[in-house]
């Protein structure tokens, strides 16, 4: 099986920079896309910033310029770094990877969140 474990999530001013990181562990032959996505109570998940295995990235418009995805496909991790928080960036944080297991189908995998809150 294949576990997602997030964390860097906590409490932060407005203005502020928070780094979440997600790894992925179990039998892992190889992790394609690796996402972030966030979600409000009450809301729809949204996506944030996804990667894919070629490194070409891309950004919601409510991040881009503030948040930058990076990875590493051998590590399977993936981080997102927050820069320049706003209290609309209040979520629970979520990492999602498609990975392919040896004799299995690819599979899309979510870590089990972890909340940021902006806030004064």
């Known amino acids: 099986q294949v576990q997602l474990v997030e964390s860097g999530g906590g409490l932060v001013q407005p203005g502020g920079s928070l780094r979440l990181s997600c790894k992925a562990s179990g039998n892992i032959y190889r992790s394609y896309d690796m996402d972030w996505y966030r979600q409000v109570p009450g809301k729809q998940r949204e996506v944030v910033a996804t990667?894919?295995?070629?490194?070409?990235?891309d950004y919601s418009a409510a991040v881009k310029g503030r948040f930058t995805i990076s990875r590493d496909s051998a590590k399977h991790t993936v981080d997102l770094q927050m820069n320049d928080l706003r209290p609309e960036d209040t979520a629970v944080y979520y990492c999602?990877?498609?990975?392919?297991?040896?004799?299995?189908?690819?599979?899309?995998?979510w870590g089990q969140g972890t909340q940021v809150t902006v806030s004064s």
């Open positions: 990667s894919t295995y070629m490194n070409k990235f």
């Open positions: 999602k990877q498609e990975i392919w297991r040896l004799g299995h189908d690819l599979e899309h995998y």
